[in-house]
Each structure stands twice: as structure tokens, then as C-alpha cells.
């Protein structure tokens, strides 16, 4: 018996052994093994006490992204073929582009106005304009302008423009006269200087379009990103006699209308000279001279001096332009005067609303002869909203009003809804 229970004593101890020894080689075991999970979580426990410690940082917004412009839509203003110019030629600027050699390029311009011109017609529909523009490059810097009007049966204008070197280009033919910035139509005096809006009995200050037979040279004198410089030189047929002195005491007196078909009737071309310059796209300044006999070959000399000056400034959605004129005419020997002035000055501001929106407010006063106050003595005021349907056409309300009162006036008031299109 007691040898029984001390058999059981040591099976038990024996066991007990045993249990102890894999207890112990697994608890070592299982902490070799696992050392560097235990390294992180003694880690990611010191991170969190830290974490409660210290209070969390804002997230830092990134920065918002700037909304995309949509992009404008490049239209073409096609008040700028009634009122606005610049300083070169005007069929050059509408038409010329950079241009693969043999490429024609046609357009054409229209118009359609609903006019109240009382005193001078009834209230009507009309067309002032209905041109042909077309362009022919056979060569690199070399192109062809012709431009025509019908009921005309001659062009307009036709040229020859020649690019000779980067900064130096020359003119042929019926060419634009760089004067001031008459494109093509002048404003001198407060308004379109157009016959078809002139009274039956009112002269022209300056030709519907000038444009004479003969040769230009145009020479960039400076050309940076601040400060652009062009100049012009010109000579051409000039003014001829025809028109009527209204003091009644000469035969010879100038005719500023400029008929396409007219004849040259004297040997005294006309020269003329201009300055341009553009600061930053900002402010613009020009300078402009004209002069040429009139009258006819065999008679004693006239001639007819002109200067002019215009300036422009462009602010934001802010255009202002404004030019002046002023003109010596000579008259011959028998009358009793030997000379007379003629002067023009045009002022315009405009105002983009928007893309589609334009305002305007124009002004002027002109004087054809200051021996006499007649018909043509203008001082104009008036203004315009002008709405682009689409980068072809044009809707605009235009009121002008002449405060000069003189003798034989009757027309005071122009007002017009007009449609214009470009193709």
C-alpha cells in the first residue's frame, strides 16, 4: 500500500516537472518571436498618450483653385469699319492676316438703317453701306486690296501693299491716306462724314473715303513691348477745283468730295506726312501733315495745307479718342480774301458694358469756311448702344443732335436703329 502511493507521488512529480519546463520554452518562445510587434505597440502607445497631451493640429485648407475665364469669343466690332481706325492702312488692317501665298480672301459689309432725319427726308429705311472687300496674296509680303460699292462703278480703293523688309512696307494705287484715324469714314464735326447722312445742301469736310492714286511708304521706327513708333509718307493726285465759294467772288475753290472718277488738273502733287506712337497699348499720340495744289494747271498756284492731331487713351473697358483739324486753302488773285480756314474736331468715349453691350458718347464741331456761317458749320452731340448678336453682326440705336443754328439748316436731328453685317 504505502508502496503504491509513494509510485503515484513521483509519477505526479515527474509530470509536474514536465508541465513547468514547456510552460517556460513557450512564454520565451512566443517573446523572441513577437519582439517587434511589442516594440510598435509600446511605440503607437507613447504616440497616443502624446496625442491626448497635446491638442490636434488643424488641417491646413488647400489653396482654392482660381475659376477658369471662359474664353472670349473674338468678334469682330464692326462699328470699326464706320468710326474707328488706326494710323495704316485701314483695307490692310480689316483684311490683311497672315496668309498661305495664292489664298484669296472675300468679304463683304452690309448695312440696313431705320432713319429719322427730320427736315431732311422722311422716316425710311437705308443702306449705307454694301461694300466688296477682297484680298489676294499671289506671295509671301506681297498683296492685292480692292474694295467696291455699288451703285460705284469704279473701286473705292484699290492698293498694292508691299512688305520689302520686316520694318519697311510700300503702297500703290487708290491707296488709304494715313490721316489722322479715319477709318474709312471721318468724324469730324461729331458724326459719320458720309453723304449719304449729309444734307442735300451740305458739303464735305473731308472725302466719304479718302483714298487718292499714288504711292505711301510705311517705316516702324520703334517696335517694343512699352513704346511702338510708326511713321508715313505719301504723295498723290491731291484735291482738284470744282467746289462753290460761298461768298460768291471766286471760280476757284476747292472741291473736298473727291469723286472717284475725277481727273488730276495740275502738276502740283500732294505730299503727307505721319507720326504714331502707342505707349504699353495705353496712350497713343499722332501727328498728321497734308498738302497739295487744287486748282487747275495754268492758273495761278493754291494749294491746301493741312495739319492734324489725334490722341487716344485705352483704360480697362474705357476707349476715349479725340482729333483735330485744321486747314489753310489759298484762293486766287481778284478776290477779298486770300485765304480762308476750315477746321474739324471729333471727341468719343466708349464704354465696353459687357461682351455684348458697348455705349458710346460722340461729339464735334466743324467749320467748312470761317468767312461765313452757313449749313456746314456743325457742333454735334449724341450717343450710341451698340448690342453684338454674334461675332458677325451688329444692332445699335444711335441719336445725334447739331446745336448750330445757321442759315439754310434744316435737318438738326439724325436718330437711327441700325443692323450691320460682316461676312
Given at each position: 500500500?504505502?508502496?503504491?502511493?509513494?509510485?503515484?507521488?513521483?509519477?505526479?512529480?515527474?509530470?509536474?516537472?514536465?508541465?513547468?519546463?514547456?510552460?517556460?520554452?513557450?512564454?520565451?518562445?512566443?517573446?523572441?518571436?513577437?519582439?517587434?510587434?511589442?516594440?510598435?505597440?509600446r511605440?503607437?502607445?507613447?504616440?497616443t498618450?502624446k496625442?491626448?497631451?497635446?491638442?490636434?493640429?488643424?488641417?491646413?485648407?488647400?489653396?482654392?483653385?482660381?475659376?477658369?475665364?471662359?474664353?472670349e469669343?473674338?468678334a469682330?466690332?464692326?462699328?470699326?469699319l464706320?468710326?474707328?481706325?488706326?494710323?495704316?492702312s485701314?483695307?490692310?488692317?480689316?483684311?490683311?492676316?497672315?496668309?498661305?501665298?495664292?489664298?484669296?480672301?472675300?468679304?463683304?459689309?452690309?448695312?440696313?438703317?431705320?432713319?429719322?432725319?427730320?427736315?431732311?427726308?422722311?422716316?425710311?429705311?437705308?443702306?449705307?453701306?454694301?461694300?466688296?472687300?477682297?484680298?489676294?496674296?499671289?506671295?509671301?509680303?506681297l498683296?492685292f486690296?480692292?474694295?467696291?460699292?455699288?451703285?460705284?462703278?469704279?473701286?473705292?480703293?484699290?492698293?498694292?501693299?508691299?512688305?520689302i523688309?520686316?520694318?519697311?512696307?510700300?503702297?500703290?494705287?487708290?491707296?488709304?491716306?494715313?490721316?489722322?484715324?479715319?477709318?474709312?469714314?471721318?468724324?469730324?464735326?461729331?458724326?459719320?462724314?458720309?453723304?449719304?447722312?449729309?444734307?442735300?445742301?451740305?458739303?464735305?469736310?473731308?472725302?466719304?473715303?479718302?483714298?487718292?492714286?499714288?504711292?505711301?511708304?510705311?517705316?516702324?521706327?520703334?517696335?517694343?513691348?512699352?513704346?511702338?513708333?510708326?511713321s508715313?509718307?505719301?504723295?498723290?493726285?491731291?484735291?482738284?477745283?470744282?467746289?462753290?465759294?460761298?461768298?460768291?467772288?471766286?471760280?476757284?475753290?476747292?472741291?473736298?468730295?473727291?469723286?472717284?472718277?475725277?481727273q488730276?488738273?495740275?502738276?502740283?502733287?500732294?505730299?503727307?506726312?505721319?507720326?504714331?506712337?502707342?505707349?504699353?497699348?495705353?496712350?497713343g499720340?499722332?501727328?498728321?501733315?497734308?498738302?497739295?495744289?487744287y486748282?487747275n494747271?495754268?492758273?495761278?498756284?493754291?494749294?491746301?495745307?493741312?495739319?492734324?492731331?489725334?490722341?487716344?487713351?485705352?483704360?480697362?473697358?474705357?476707349?476715349?479718342r479725340?482729333?483735330?483739324?485744321?486747314?489753310?486753302?489759298?484762293?486766287?488773285?481778284?478776290?477779298?480774301?486770300?485765304?480762308?480756314?476750315?477746321?474739324?474736331?471729333?471727341?468719343?468715349?466708349?464704354?465696353?458694358?459687357?461682351?455684348?453691350?458697348?455705349?458710346?458718347?460722340?461729339?464735334?464741331?466743324?467749320?467748312?469756311?470761317?468767312?461765313?456761317?452757313?449749313?456746314?458749320?456743325?457742333?454735334?452731340?449724341?450717343?450710341?448702344?451698340?448690342?453684338?448678336?454674334?461675332?458677325?453682326m451688329?444692332?445699335?440705336?444711335?441719336?445725334?443732335?447739331?446745336?448750330?443754328?445757321?442759315?439754310?439748316?434744316?435737318?438738326?436731328d439724325?436718330a437711327l436703329?441700325?443692323?450691320?453685317?460682316?461676312?
Amino acid at each position: 500500500m504505502t508502496l503504491q502511493l509513494l509510485n503515484r507521488a513521483t509519477a505526479l512529480w515527474r509530470a509536474f516537472i514536465v508541465l513547468a519546463l514547456l510552460a517556460g520554452t513557450s512564454i520565451e518562445a512566443v517573446t523572441q518571436d513577437n519582439r517587434p510587434l511589442l516594440v510598435a505597440a509600446r511605440k503607437k502607445r507613447t504616440q497616443t498618450k502624446k496625442s491626448r497631451a497635446t491638442p490636434p493640429k488643424k488641417k491646413e485648407k488647400a489653396p482654392e483653385k482660381a475659376p477658369e475665364k471662359p474664353l472670349e469669343e473674338k468678334a469682330v466690332d464692326l462699328t470699326e469699319l464706320d468710326q474707328h481706325g488706326t494710323n495704316t492702312s485701314e483695307s490692310y488692317n480689316r483684311l490683311h492676316a497672315t496668309q498661305p501665298s495664292s489664298t484669296p480672301n472675300f468679304r463683304t459689309y452690309f448695312d440696313l438703317a431705320f432713319s429719322y432725319r427730320p427736315g431732311d427726308q422722311p422716316v425710311s429705311f437705308e443702306n449705307f453701306h454694301s461694300a466688296f472687300l477682297l484680298e489676294y496674296t499671289p506671295m509671301a509680303g506681297l498683296t492685292f486690296m480692292v474694295g467696291l460699292a455699288p451703285p460705284t462703278v469704279l473701286p473705292l480703293y484699290y492698293e498694292l501693299d508691299w512688305q520689302i523688309t520686316d520694318r519697311l512696307s510700300l503702297r500703290l494705287g487708290r491707296i488709304w491716306i494715313p490721316f489722322d484715324q479715319i477709318n474709312p469714314h471721318n468724324t469730324f464735326g461729331g458724326f459719320i462724314n458720309t453723304s449719304l447722312l449729309r444734307a442735300a445742301s451740305q458739303e464735305a469736310f473731308l472725302p466719304d473715303v479718302w483714298a487718292d492714286l499714288g504711292a505711301a511708304a510705311k517705316y516702324d521706327i520703334i517696335r517694343d513691348n512699352d513704346l511702338q513708333v510708326e511713321s508715313h509718307v505719301y504723295v498723290v493726285n491731291g484735291f482738284g477745283q470744282g467746289g462753290t465759294d460761298p461768298k460768291g467772288e471766286s471760280s476757284s475753290y476747292p472741291d473736298f468730295s473727291l469723286p472717284v472718277a475725277r481727273q488730276d488738273n495740275n502738276d502740283d502733287k500732294s505730299i503727307g506726312l505721319r507720326v504714331h506712337g502707342l505707349y504699353r497699348n495705353t496712350v497713343g499720340l499722332g501727328l498728321s501733315f497734308f498738302t497739295g495744289g487744287y486748282n487747275n494747271q495754268g492758273t495761278t498756284n493754291a494749294r491746301i495745307t493741312m495739319l492734324g492731331a489725334d490722341f487716344q487713351a485705352y483704360i480697362a473697358a474705357l476707349t476715349f479718342r479725340a482729333g483735330y483739324a485744321y486747314m489753310a486753302v489759298d484762293l486766287p488773285l481778284g478776290t477779298s480774301r486770300q485765304f480762308y480756314t476750315r477746321g474739324g474736331l471729333y471727341t468719343e468715349l466708349t464704354l465696353r458694358a459687357t461682351d455684348k453691350w458697348k455705349l458710346g458718347i460722340l461729339g464735334g464741331v466743324q467749320q467748312n469756311d470761317n468767312n461765313v456761317s452757313d449749313q456746314n458749320d456743325r457742333t454735334i452731340w449724341g450717343g450710341k448702344i451698340e448690342y453684338l448678336i454674334n461675332h458677325m453682326m451688329i444692332v445699335s440705336l444711335q441719336y445725334f443732335k447739331d446745336l448750330r443754328q445757321a442759315p439754310g439748316k434744316t435737318n438738326f436731328d439724325v436718330a437711327l436703329l441700325r443692323y450691320s453685317l460682316t461676312l
